[in-house]
């Protein structure tokens, strides 16, 4: 049964989870929750939920729904007709629609949503990767900047919601045109004279146009260097030669369709096959006496073969094979170039070289002595890594030979790449560090991504590995301590972080900040301090250290563990490391009139439906953990560990898991018509189903019990409990949680709790303690005082219990 559609239902527990229940809409009040440009951004979230993840977009907040919402919107939904369709609405309206299941209702996932002045683009993942859609708008005037986070029939889940430039959702082949632009390529040499070594004379008039046979004899197959200087064509005109020449240097060109017959002639007497057959096709398309008309030819590109990369000449019809054929026999060269001081001499051509390289082009043509020589040299570079870098100009990839240190060698040819300004081969070389990503050289890898251009995807993929594998990594001290402050903490904000325990972010945090000083732990930090001063153990990285511990999760960490670090010396060096440890102390030891959890809930505006996070509500997030991953969603749902047991953990449809043998269920009471364990996990509501008191010592004791399972635990931080259709309500109690079923720790006491009030009722609860990170076997909820009945106050009534957590 789930909750009443209620907008004060909208909650958050400590683990950053936003539920939007039935029919809500919850919008984002946080300034850094808006677009930066209004009309433009996007908008990156994980949901989890049966159907319908629904992102509103307006240019003003606040709306119960979107169906009944009069304002101008875009509304983007995620699993429409019972999770089978995506789909696009403008002001109520559907403008797109497609087949696609897209959300779970049993984990969380990625998405990505980013409008551009009213071209919306949706992916899966990370921005601008698996991209799913686009769809444009005929307005492109709209300037939404709100987001709006809704619902339909049932609750929805939102995490890790973030705002992001609309630049960081470009796809990755976006990127790489954008990289292919960065050089001029072989336009820019279009009817120059900058080395050509052919002339063609055109027309009566004999016009000279200066070309590149190199260019010639890779895009026309009847064409073979020669010695010639100058070739007549007398009977062409200008108009034709130069639309059949700016085909081949830019990929495109136009001219009146009169003359479209003597462009076929000239393509056919050199063999432009691509452009005669561009061409013909126009050609078929034309109507009968449609008189003159201006006709536009371009080249269209064969997709790129799997391992091939785009090149800065993948868009004009020049043959690659011929190109690449053309640098390994060193045919028809005009400049040799002398390699690091060796005797290895590499042959090549200006033109390529220049085409894809500005600083070559300028050393080429700058009226030096490198524009009119035909020798040069190379200095401070290795032959094998030059030689890579001219094989990738004239093939467009990369061809590497097996290398035990591959990663070096990538990292010379990346900076090689950016000193001969080739955002293209960055990028490649960027895509092969990312495939050989180590423990050993993800560190180096990212400080030279830092201080280079273009390689935005190189840093956020050695951020995302280092946090994956964050144990390995920071293994290494000296490498960990090369890194700048930027990213220490983007990759302990990192949602793919995964560790242990959150002492290990800690440590790494201090000894990143000790440079020099071999304080690898808080502890060794502590010691030294015994001989130094604050200022001599961290140096210049003092004052980002405390900024930096804004970002270790303290709450993470075991009550023992922050009382010892609050009372150290290293606290009372550190203020913001002791306020972190208290505000913990505070969240995991909370009073008995309110929740730690309670404490720090989301704001909200219950009339426009505002949502502001709290300042802390990342501190008091669980990282992401190895284990399988049990959520609440909302009472009754299907995400907890009770439910997964049922399916024989995700093999089949659920059955009742006491049945199956995947759980134990007993009560302190023997076996009888109202006392029936399998009825406890049936998910079914019973009128009369109690625990009766056992006496121990003459106490009476009354408590339902729960064993997972030999090799099986539950770190639980979240439980439901449903009233079966009695009025004896619970008021204090204890979950309880035990490795051995005879020493039982507390997960949450509850000490006047009346939220049960009436039959049939659910009601859940978040456990913040510190015990929620300790995996237990055995679970039990025991009554601490009587019950509001009168008769039997010891009857411990209740028809349905589920826990949620992280499962092993």
Known sequence: MPCPSDFSALSKTYRNLLIVPPFECAWLADENLRFPEPGRGCITFEACANNDVTVVLKEKAGSKHYRTDKDPNYAIVFGSHR???????????????????????????????????????????????????????????????????????????YRNISVLPFSKSLPLSERIAQFALASGGLAQFFERSEFADLRFRVGPEGHLIPVHQVVLACCCSKFSFSEMEIINLASVQYSV??????????????????????????CEEFGLESLTSECNRVRSGWIDNAGETIVNLEFKAVAEASGCFISTFSNIPIDSSKLEALFCKGENTDVEILVGGSEFVMKAHKLILSAWSVPLLK?????????????????????????????????????????????????????????????LLQHACSLKLIEVLSKESVCSTLCVATSLPYCELLQESCVEFFAKHFEDCIQLWSDLQDLDLHFVKKIIQSPDLCVSTEEQVLNAVISWASVGKHAHNWRGANDVLLKLSVEDLFQERLSSLDEALHYVRFALMPTSLLQELGSSKLSCYLPRLKDMCLVALEYLIPDKKSSGCEKWSINYNKQDRLIQLPEYSIQFSQRAS???????????????????????YGAHCWMNPALTKKVFVSASSPLSRFTDAKSLVSRQYQGTCFAGPCYDSGSPSSWWKIDLGENHKLMCNHYTVRQDGSVNYMRCWSLQGSTDDKTWMDLRVHYNDNTLSRAGQFASWPIHSANAYVPFQYFRIILTRPTTSTTHPWNLCMCYIELYGYFE
Request: proline residues 3%; glycine residues 8%; charged residues 25%.
């Open 241 to 266: 030669l130069r639309a059949f020449l700016q085909y081949m240097y830019t990929g495109r060109t136009q001219l009146p369709s009169s003359k479209l017959d003597d462009l076929i002639r000239l």
């Open 626 to 648: 190895k284990l399988k991953e049990l959520f609440y969603i909302c009472d009754g749902d299907s995400n907890g560990v009770l439910y997964f047991a049922g399916t024989s």
């Open 83 to 157: 999770n089978r369709r995506f789909r696009i609405e403008v002001d109520g309206s559907t403008c797109f629609e497609a087949a696609a299941v897209l959300v779970s209702p049993s984990h969380f996932e990625r998405f990505w949503i980013s409008i551009y002045d009213g071209r919306i683009t949706v992916g899966k993942g990370s921005p601008g990767q698996g991209l799913l859609f686009e769809w444009a708008h005929s307005d492109t005037t709209r300037k939404v900047e709100y987001i709006g986070l809704s619902s339909w029939d049932k609750h929805v889940g």
């Open 363 to 423: 050393m080429f043509t700058n009226g030096m002595w490198e524009s009119s020589t035909t020798k040069i040299c190379v200095r401070d570079v290795e032959p094998d890594v030059f030689l890579a870098m001219l094989r990738f100009m004239y093939c467009g990839r990369l061809v590497l030979c097996q290398n035990d240190e591959l990663d070096s060698f990538l990292i010379s040819l990346l900076i090689l790449a950016d000193r001969f300004g080739i955002p």
